[in-house]
């Protein structure tokens, strides 16, 4: 059983950068052209598949999009989980957007939060696999890439430029254990906007998306 998502978080290259507060609960998006609003009136949103995709094809070509999928079957187990808890497969690679939307990899590098975020992890450098360059560099990341900065660089015209860490990550399930994508709880990840795509998921029921204010109140799900 498992679950295969694709997390970016973009962090502003600013003095100081902008930061969003959750505010009020909505309904799922309904028009991909709503989703700037939706973000803006609420820091937050529940997209389907569908509204996903048509998003997508208007940044750019998916054309690849099997071979991205099918990349999740080559992900490195995290070895930082503890031993009896390695349900988690993941690969990490960091890209610079500047002003212009122009993408470049960056060389690899540790993933590394600061204790105030991940009580579990944070002040650690952990060294993740890479993404190959065959994905990393592929049309579907660089598309999805692009509609990254196309959206929240309309949220925060200020931005001049992005640090953008994507995550390839797969939750593995069995009947006599939970998935749990998030070991260290409910946490923020320290930077201004996160997409969180879900590419696959094959013989699983359900899975949760919990969204929280910074006060830890539970604004709403997705199931």
Not at 64 to 74: G, H, K, L, R
Not at 129 to 147: C, H, K, N, W, Y
Not at 148 to 162: E, K, N, Q
Not at 175 to 183: A, K
């Amino acid at each position: 059983m498992e679950w295969d998502t694709l997390e970016v978080r973009l962090k502003a290259d600013l003095e100081n950068p902008f930061w969003r507060t959750w505010r009020t609960t909505m309904n799922p998006v309904t028009a991909a052209e709503s989703l700037e609003r939706l973000l803006a009136e609420s820091g937050y949103a529940f997209v389907h598949a569908s509204t996903m995709r048509e998003a997508l094809d208007a940044s750019g070509p998916l054309l690849d999009w099997p071979a991205f999928a099918a990349s999740w079957n080559n992900l490195e187990v995290d070895r930082y989980l503890a031993e009896q808890e390695r349900y988690r497969r993941r690969r990490f690679g960091v890209y610079s957007i500047d002003s212009n939307g122009a993408i470049e990899r960056r060389p690899h590098e540790p993933h590394y939060q600061q204790p105030d975020y991940n009580r579990l992890f944070g002040g650690v450098e952990r060294w993740f696999e890479p993404i190959v360059p065959e994905i990393g560099d592929s049309a579907t990341m660089l598309t999805i890439l692009r509609f990254c900065d196309r959206l929240f660089r309309g949220l925060t015209p200020a931005v001049t430029s992005w640090r953008v860490e994507a995550h390839q990550f797969r939750i593995e399930a069995r009947s006599e254990t939970l998935g749990q994508p998030t070991p260290e709880g409910v946490h923020r990840d320290g930077v201004d906007f996160a997409l969180v795509l879900l590419v696959n998921r094959e013989n699983i029921v359900s899975g949760t998306t919990t969204v929280y204010d910074l006060a830890g109140r539970r604004l709403a799900a997705s199931r």
